[in-house]
DNA sequence: ACCCTCCCTGGTCGATCGTCCAAGGCGAAT
DNA sequence: ATTCGCCTTGGACGATCGACCAGGGAGGGT
């Protein structure tokens, strides 16, 4: 038997999912809540219900996008047998990417709407820290110059690609890697 | 004397100022026509009289913008003496920014606002384009392996630091200089 | 003096917004 | 069987939205 408490988490699942999809096809402002319902196909006054405000519901989804696509990242950058391997790796979980699809494009969604809500910006910043933090284990543990600024520079270099990438095409696959493993390859004396 | 007309190209600049400043207030789909009007200090019904809709001012606005940075750096790229010097200048106009500035946060409203308007994303793609190969000649010069991906590597780096700085302080000035000198510096033998 | 053209005003239109709420439904506990 | 607590419904509220337009006003050409 499901009981009430389960459904009600259920719809509560289904109102984030909804929030995701959204975002994406009409940017964070543009997010009704009537939209919302009907995506997720419930009743309009149940978003109020589970959520004090509409703009709760997108940044509760943002970040669960975020956490998801970190769990993923993480385990890469802990296992990776030296910085050129984790870069490849990397590299290969966002090549399919082309700037215009829905991870991409919630990510920078929600990097703009962090500007406006303090709450938000706050945990985006927490996530993006603990990643740069992983990949700068990760590369000190090889042996890279300055691992905090490249880390820093890397994972940025990474979210403008495919922030550029809605807008033209760019380098991808090996053409990309050949690039960016000059950050990552140049020894301690690249610090001037 | 002030004729109808220069009055008019006026309140149209007016206008095209009050978009920017409110599209990196409000962002792109909460930018309206009555606050528009406010802002530029004229009645709301000339919004869709000096323009077809508010969608059609705001890609205008963006587009003015964009092409006034391009303006800036286009002098840079074609007059440094090295591939570093380009990078060191460029870094220095870009490094008073914090990601919640106003160009860097209208430049980010404009990408994701080109994914939904096609008109948009021709402009900006053909901006980023001419960027890219200003960049990638600046680097051919001065005997940069593979300038084409270097260069669009490069234009991606740059915009996701300013993206990263929104969320939390990276690395700026000098150490950053350091970690992207990396990307120019390498020789022919750096792509394997 | 006339008209023509353009700029501008201020308000109306129907639609849609976020939020809230009274009332109904239904399993779980008593 | 009754009560309790949570989930759910569908609509009401005032505010605001983009777009539109009838009409006023003021130079410039004839």
Known sequence: MVTAAQ??????????RAAAEL?????????TTRVLAQRAGVAPGLVHYHFTSV????????????????????????????ADE????????????????????????AYLAATRDER???ALGEML???RRQLADCLATHAVADPDATAA????????????????????????????????T?????AR
């Open 7 to 16: 459904r009600g988490q259920e719809v509560r699942q289904r109102l984030l």
């Open 23 to 31: 975002i994406v096809e009409r940017g964070w402002t543009a997010v």
């Open 55 to 82: 703009q709760a519901l997108l940044v509760e989804a943002a970040v669960e996008v975020a956490r998801s696509v970190a769990a993923q990242t993480a385990p890469v950058l802990a296992g990776a047998d030296s």
């Open 86 to 109: 984790a870069l490849t790796t990397l590299l290969g979980m966002f090549d399919t990417a082309d700037g215009t699809d829905p991870t991409s494009v919630l990510f920078v969604e």
């Open 120 to 122: 938000l910006r706050q």
């Open 129 to 131: 820290g603990q990643f």
């Open 153 to 184: 520079v890397l994972a940025a270099a990474i979210d403008g690609v495919l922030l550029h990438r809605a807008l033209a095409a760019g380098p991808h696959g090996g053409a990309l890697a050949a690039v960016l493993r000059r950050l990552v």
């Open 186 to 190: 140049a020894g301690p004396e690249g």
